[in-house]
């Protein structure tokens, strides 16, 4: 009834007066990508000199018109809705450059993390309320609507063009019409899709996006600015989308969007409609299309718009007052941080952490202190907002934080058709106080692999910030389990089965935003049994080899990529010395020749290199490179297998790391490859890498089992490949890849999988 009373308002109010200049109000309906659309529409309409004096929006239309109201050209939002930076935020990706090393956690196969809280004395599960990570956006909108909203001081009315954009009030179900305050946040809370983005809070009110309520917001334009004209685009309506059982997507999208009439009457105005019913919610990657869509609506009823609308634009005046806005734009410096939603250890520890190096810090170095706030394991979000202060010409930052929920649990591994399958679980508790502490336990089991580790890690901030980190790690490596195929017989009969104890304890400091120096010391118990000879029985006990050792180490370490395990973006660099000294021990077993127990004490240092990069060569092909080398003056130990089990192992690719590949071990070698990676789609590639092995010298093993080494150097090498597809779901990759290894019977071995196959530290 209240739409209809302001209808008929209007058509009263809509009267052209003589001799009065017509105002025209431009009505941007929300529509996920399908409002790119808008985009073409302002473009058709400055082409033509049509007026554009008002402007409301609704959710992606809130994102456009905001963008004109701030001053921005379509030129200008098309270059910015192609770029890197908006495909970020729209998924929540942080680019690998701005990922804060230091601050990671290891990696872990987890598929799926769950927070738990304390209420009512019980520890009870925290859903998730968004799938895509919020970080990005937050920063991006901040980013471009900041230095506008100090320019208009806060008033939407002052801005390039006077802006309204429509959010939801989910407590009441209720509209909220923003008129003022943060343009930012403003427009980030209309279009802010319920399961999506993580809903914000603005003046104590929860609010999601507009399109619940109110996804056409012409009424709006009525109450707030009274134009004598009104033109509507409207790519919006549902009415044609009826959604099937199977499609998840669209049955959220017609429960969410409330179904408004997106036509302005005839006699208060013109409605463009696109049709736009192929375009997904979410597919923002079709902007040409999209756009030219608008566009080509638009000026389907232009003729029509310019027979009722007599006033025309000046295209350079235009152009002056848009130079004349964005010349008044500050540039976004920052002085005065303001914390709120955590109390005063808290605030004090993320003041901190931006504060460190100096008292003014433009735009980009706060991306990298934001960032690295955002990697710490305690920090859940930090809505960031930019307070123009006229008196210093800086700005201070509000941030509100919400930090993470003291207890998160994942569940995930790795699970294929061969008997390599992996279960894992895995419990962080975090202490968020004046010394931030995360406690840390995880569980890996299966029949190839199983680990437990149990470990803890302290935060200090100061001006150069550390942790202490102390872990207890057992690992046990059944190789003997591991090899088993699908379509091709192994005829390596093998049994070899390790088991690692290990205590470490490391001090570790950043070093840039993507590296970190650690330096420790580690108490180790290596336990291998294996056979030397093939004909061994069930009844036969195996060889075992001891190695009791210490390990102090200085690890520099680099590492930056887009996925945990098959990545197409990033790179990796790591540096590492140790000095091992320690004892080995040798109990022969029943097909052992010798029965005499043996023992030796070994001390050497060791020399680790590993790089690995990607490059985007083309739209269609990315190229990796991979390298390693290794570099000991560790003597031999007792006999050929136990030599072999002591070496370093290069096993590049997932396959390589379940596999005993003696060939593929040595102290001194160095090894490295090419990747070629062809883009499918945003989540799938075909992948295919090969890779060359060279050891310094052959090891040989000679009569009784006795290692010793060919002189002659560089006499032996190996190769190995992988290739097939590869596909990264929301909870892991699934994969389909054929390996090669040139020393092996069979040479060919396929793998499909799903999961990620990763180790605890001190896995070899």
Known sequence: MKKIYYLILLCFYMIPIPGVAQKVGLVLSGGGARGLAHIGVIKALEENNIPIDYITG???????????????????????????????????????????????LDENPSFIDLDFARKEDKMQLALPTNLVPSGQM????????????????????????????????????EPVVFKSGDLGSSIRASMTFPFYFKPIEIDSVLLFDGGLVNNFPCDVMYDDFSPDFMIGSSVGGLKDKKPKKDDIKLQIENMMVR???????????????????????????????VEKIGYESAMAQMEAIKARIKRRANPE???????????????????????????????????????????????????????????????????????????????DLQL?????????????????LTDVNQGYIGVDYRLFNNLPITIQSNLHIGKFYTSFMAGSRFNFTSRQPFSLELYFIKNRTDYFSGPTQLFFENNLSHYVIRNDDNIQLNLCFPSKTTSKWETGIDFLNQSDDYYQKSDFTKTDTPDRTTFTAGNVHLRLESKAFNKKQYPTEGKMFKFETSYI???????????????????????????????????????????????????????????????????????????????????????????????????????????????????????????????????KLFTKNAYLGSGGFVYHSRFGPASLLLNYYSGSDPKFYLQFSFGYLLYNRGHR
């Open 138 to 173: 937050d920063f991006g909108f901040m980013e471009l609507f900041g230095a506008a909203n100090a320019v208009a001081e806060n008033d939407f009315n002052k801005l390039f063009v006077p802006f309204r954009c429509v959010a939801t009030d989910i407590y009441h179900g």
């Open 259 to 289: 179904k408004n009439n997106y036509y302005i009457p005839d006699s208060l105005g013109i409605t463009i409609k696109s049709s736009l019913d192929h375009i997904a919610l979410f597919e923002f990657e079709r902007l040409s299309e």
């Open 581 to 711: 000294f320690g004892t080995e021990k040798e109990d022969p077993g029943s097909t052992n020749i010798s029965k005499v127990n043996y023992h030796k004490v070994h001390d050497y240092l060791q020399l680790n290199l590993s790089y690995e990069r990607y490059f985007k060569t083309a739209k269609w092909l990315i190229i990796g490179v991979e390298g390693e080398s290794h570099f000991s003056n560790k003597g031999l130990f007792h006999n050929y297998t136990s030599t072999i089990l002591a070496s370093e192992s290069f096993s590049p690719t997932v396959n390589s790391s379940i596999r005993y590949l003696p060939y593929l071990r040595s102290d001194n070698f160095v090894a490295g490859g090419l990747k070629a990676i062809i883009p499918i789609t945003s989540a799938t590639h075909l992948r295919f890498e090969g890779y060359y092995f060279q050891p310094f010298k052959e090891l040989l093993n000679g009569i009784d089992n006795i290692p010793n080494y060919r002189i």
């Open 58 to 104: 609704t959710s992606m239309g809130a994102i456009i018109g905001g963008l004109y109201a701030a001053g921005y050209s379509t030129d200008e939002m098309e270059t910015l809705i192609k770029s890197e930076n908006f495909k970020n935020w729209s998924t929540g990706k942080i680019p690998p450059k701005y990922v804060y090393f230091f601050k990671q």
């Open 400 to 416: 509100k934080a919400e930090q993470k929920k003291p207890l998160a649990v994942g569940v995930g591994g790795y699970f294929s």
């Open 317 to 395: 005046k235009l152009k002056i007052r848009r130079r004349e806005f964005a010349s008044k734009k500050p540039v976004l410096n920052f002085n005065n941080i303001q914390v709120s939603g955590v109390d005063g250890s808290q605030r004090h520890y993320i003041i901190q952490s931006i504060r460190h190096n100096s008292k003014v810090f433009n735009l980009e170095e706060l991306r990298k202190e934001y960032f690295k706030i955002l990697a710490d394991d305690k920090i859940k979000s930090l809505m960031p907002t930019a307070d123009y202060n006229k008196e210093s010409g800086l700005f």
